[in-house]
């Protein structure tokens, strides 16, 4: 259940109510208070900020439950979460401040003119005199934001803000939000390579399976810089990372496991693709209408073609609950409670759930820890968070850092690896296989590895002091 943090502003009359039937209201109605602030101390009446951690479904029935006590006068109500995105999340600041004429001479007109004509005459020039080396842009259309679907590219805005903000805390990288306000595919890939010449990389978000594929696949052609869609590739590196460290915990090896996928859209399809690279020979495809098979035919959906023509894939067909039968690994990136306590039952010995549905996983940890060797959700609040933000600061500082033309299947599985890594062997538990977003050496490992495998793959366009 969703949790939010609200500041409820309260006049008391203290002849007719005392703090405690404050207290005992909110109580009453799911919520716990944190915090007290006086504002107004008075002997008759007193002004009260109170902040109440609840549910956001008892939300209204506090307000209403407070309002309905004659001596309570409830003045204003802020959210939290509202609170900090007010004027948005992030700001631009000059490197240097311009304090005199000649300082703007330097930075602006007329001295930048020669640097203009430098880079004109060596267009490589603009990484190191320009932002390039350092920005990247998160574009979405909206079309596939969070669990919240079609918001469109106003209402997206908070989401890619925030994930400025994570590249720029966790990575020094200077990332800019680009919500797009259409659906067509060619107008979204023209309008990336119009304006590209700014930054470094692409981080494509929140745009809605199929039209992501031919998205991201024709940019990663077309453009010079890397270009990478987190929903799809993020979500797929952790999903690796983590599964390594989780073979490792029950003894089993990639190449002897059955793995079943449930929700092939932009994450499913590409962890399936980079389980099949990681070394999985036994792989069970599952969508909403059943599991997709070897030699079958889905002209609809390119990438379910694709994997129909893959000889790890079994062609067996079934709905989850037939597939599930047997399975070492359950990975899913579907809906709410598609699995029950019976399902997980039927999977091999020691077994491994990544359950990543959110806000509701595919099955509850209650339900699936006691039956399950290791259990991982994307969610905060249980151990084993499946999280993107493990990949995609460290992934793009190794690209910016080693100037990338693009990001390759090897510089995903060495990130996957690196993310892995991190998790010492003396660490390494079921309950502890994946590290927490906030450990520095993330982004250090993913970087590292990132720029290894750039430079073995031939597509790294300098290589960093610390690597020659």
Not at 214 to 243: C, K, M, N, W, Y
Not at 424 to 446: A, D, R, T, W
Request: charged fraction near 25%.
């Amino acid at each position: 259940m969703a949790q939010t943090s609200i500041i409820f502003r309260l006049e008391l009359d203290h002849k007719k109510v005392s703090f405690g039937d404050v207290a005992g209201a909110i109580s009453k109605a799911g919520g716990d208070i944190t915090s007290i602030d006086v504002i107004r101390p008075g002997h008759d009446t007193s002004t009260r900020d109170i902040t109440v951690d609840l549910s956001d479904k008892n939300e209204t029935v506090m307000i209403d439950a407070l309002r309905s006590i004659d001596g309570i006068t409830v003045v204003n109500v802020s959210d939290r979460t509202f609170l900090v995105h007010l004027g948005g999340k992030i700001t631009i600041q000059p490197t240097l401040p311009i304090k005199n004429r000649d300082d703007l001479s330097k930075v602006y007109t007329p001295g930048v003119a020669k640097v203009c004509t430098a880079i004109a005459e060596n267009q490589h020039k603009a990484y190191s005199l320009t932002i390039k080396r350092n920005t990247v842009a998160v574009v979405s259309d909206g079309t596939a934001v969070l669990g919240l679907g079609d918001i469109g590219p106003h209402a997206a805005a908070p989401v890619m803000e925030g994930k400025a903000m994570l590249f720029k805390q966790l990575a020094g990288v200077d990332a800019f939000p680009i919500c797009l306000d259409t659906k067509d595919t060619e107008e979204i890939i023209r309008t990336i390579k119009v304006m590209s010449p700014i930054f470094g990389g692409i981080n494509l978000e929140d745009i809605s399976s199929p039209r992501c594929f031919e998205i991201e696949s024709r940019l990663a052609d077309e453009l010079e810089i890397p270009v990478f869609h987190d929903d799809q590739h993020g979500t797929a590196v952790v999903v690796i990372a983590g599964l390594l460290n989780a073979l490792k915990v029950v003894g089993k090896r990639m190449e002897n496991i059955r793995v079943v996928v449930n929700g092939i859209g932009a994450a499913g399809v590409s962890i399936c693709k980079m389980l099949l690279q990681a070394g999985v020979k036994r792989l069970v495809p599952v969508d909403r209408d059943g599991a997709i098979v070897r030699g079958g035919s889905y002209e609809h959906h390119p990438m379910w073609q694709w994997l129909s023509e893959q000889p790890q894939v079994e062609s067996r067909s079934g709905t989850l609950k037939d597939v599930i039968d047997g399975a070492d690994v359950f990975i899913g990136v579907s809906r709410a409670r598609v699995l029950n306590e019976e399902d997980v039952k039927r999977m091999a010995p020691d077994s491994i759930v990544f359950a990543m549905a959110n806000p509701e996983p595919e099955i509850s940890p209650e339900e699936a820890l006691p039956h399950v060797a290791v259990f991982a959700t994307g969610r905060s609040d249980y151990p084993n968070q499946i999280n993107n933000v493990l990949v995609f600061p460290g992934l793009f500082r190794g690209a910016l850092d080693c100037r990338a033309r693009r990001i390759n299947e090897p510089m995903k599985m060495a990130a996957a690896r690196a993310i892995a890594s991190v998790v010492s062997g003396g660490e390494l538990n079921e309950h502890y296989i994946i590290p927490s977003i906030f450990n520095e050496q993330v982004v250090v490992q993913v970087r590292k590895a990132v720029i290894e495998a750039a430079i073995l793959t031939n597509v790294a366009r300098r290589t960093p002091p610390e690597f020659r």
